[in-house]
């Protein structure tokens, strides 16, 4: 089961992958062609992804929920050798792991329930609940209605 998690995890994260891809370097080189040091630590996504592509997701998750990367890892500022983005120290980047899979478990859920090609599938992404807010925002709930009033109507849905 845990298997299958992580194949829907990664399913999730390439969709957040190529969102991103364009912000990559091209070719996954740094300056003066020598190709990026391989990551280290990585438990969700596959181990020998490349490295382009890890930054490129981490750059989706920093729109969807309007962080930076300090959020989650050790980060002072560009190119600083205190940087240590493979340590587990916050607990924001072992929530975040656990995000991944749960987003990859209900996508993977969803898409075995409706039987539909995967194009055809709507798919929860960190955005669909963060919106750019590091801690989701739910609308308050509505009043119960009046004693004795009449139930509201249901909301017409808009125009196709």
């Known amino acids: 089961m845990i298997c299958r998690s992580v194949v829907s995890a990664f399913g999730v994260v390439v969709l957040a992958g190529s969102f991103a891809a364009a912000q990559a370097p091209a070719g996954g080189q740094r300056a003066g062609g020598a190709p990026p040091a391989p990551m280290k630590n990585l438990q969700v996504l596959p181990k020998d992804m490349p490295q382009p592509q890890v930054v490129a997701i981490m750059r989706a998750f920093n729109f969807a929920l309007g962080v930076e990367c300090g959020h ?30 749960m987003t990859g478990e209900i996508n993977a859920k969803v898409a075995a329930s409706i039987k539909k090609p995967a194009d055809q599938i709507a798919r929860v992404e960190c955005g669909t609940c963060h919106r750019g807010a590091t801690i989701p925002v739910t609308p308050p709930t509505p009043p119960p209605p009046a004693r004795g009033a009449a139930p509201a109507a249901p909301a017409t849905p808009p125009a196709k």
């Not at 600083?80 to 916050?90: E, F, G, I, R, V």
């Open 72 to 101: 989650c890892h050790i980060w002072t500022k560009p190119g600083d050798p205190s940087n240590d983005m493979a340590a587990d120290t916050k607990i924001e980047k072992t929530v975040a792991r656990a995000m991944m899979v």
